[in-house]
Structures are given as structure tokens and as C-alpha cells.
């Protein structure tokens, strides 16, 4: 089954979307490991900016407005991706932000997805902007 959807807009770069953060070390069964001050034990890793969290939950929106009835794949998906741009950003950069978002709305794990960028072209005006997402599985 084949279906598709549109996310409006200029999709964030790679530089826009993740930022160095902290999190917090757990122990075993999940339980937060705290360091000799007492408090919890703290390392940096690299996390989604709030645009990135931004994007992808426009992603998901469109995707779960999109999904037809009843899809359930089985095995792996096929993600195509047209992109009609402002300015050029790397297609493999966006695939990630676009399939969490997808993931979200489906619930398949992404790791199930082979992507394809299909088409890109650049310079175009803000109301022209957009990226086109077929699936197939």
C-alpha cells in the first residue's frame, strides 16, 4: 500500500537540530544514580533542539492525518522523499527528524525504514517550500 503526505515549510538543518545538553545516569532497573553531594550523577550528550522536537511533531501530525485505516506493514517500508526548498540543506540530515516523526505516528520502529530522496530543488519562495513523503510497505 502506498500513501502519502506533505510537511509545509523549510526543513531545519543539521546545525539547527541538535545541540550539546546533559542527562542524567541511571543504574540498574532505571534507578538515577546519584553522585557523593548527593545529586544525580550528570554527562553531556547531544540532544534535539526545541525547533528539531518542533519539526518532527509537524512530521508526525502530517503522517497520522495521512495514514490510511488499518496500515500495518510488514517488513520493511519504503520512505520517498521530494524536497522543494528555500536553501539547500544535506536530504539525509532531514530523513531522521522526518522519521522519528513518523515513527511517532505509526509506530513502526524506524529501523524498518529504507529512505530515498527522490528529487530536490532549491530556491524557492516561502509559500512553495515543502517536503513530500510517499511510504510504501
Known amino acids: 500500500m502506498r500513501w502519502s503526505f506533505t510537511i509545509e ?3 531545519i538543518s543539521w546545525n539547527e537540530a541538535y545541540k550539546i545538553g546533559t ?3 541511571t543504574g540498574a532497573r532505571g534507578v538515577l544514580r546519584l553522585g557523593r553531594d548527593g545529586g544525580p550523577v550528570e554527562f553531556r550528550k547531544i540532544i534535539k533542539t526545541e525547533e528539531a522536537k518542533t519539526y518532527t511533531t509537524l512530521a508526525m501530525l502530517r503522517c497520522r492525518e495521512a495514514k490510511p485505516s ?3 506493514p510488514e517488513g520493511f517500508v519504503i520512505v520517498e522523499f521530494k524536497y ?3 536553501r539547500d540543506v544535506d ?3 532531514v530523513m531522521k527528524l522526518v522519521n522519528d ?3 511517532d505516528a505509526t ?3 524506524d529501523r524498518w525504514y529504507l529512505p530515498r530522496a527522490m528529487w530536490k530543488t532549491t530556491g524557492l519562495r516561502p509559500g512553495q517550500r515543502r517536503i513530500e513523503v510517499t511510504i510504501e510497505g
Open 9 to 11: 515549510g523549510q526543513p
Open 70 to 72: 488499518g496500515w500495518k
Open 101 to 103: 516523526g513518523i515513527e
Open 91 to 93: 536530504c539525509d540530515n
Open 84 to 86: 522543494y526548498l528555500g
Open 107 to 109: 509506530g513502526v520502529d
Open 23 to 25: 542527562g542524567q545516569r
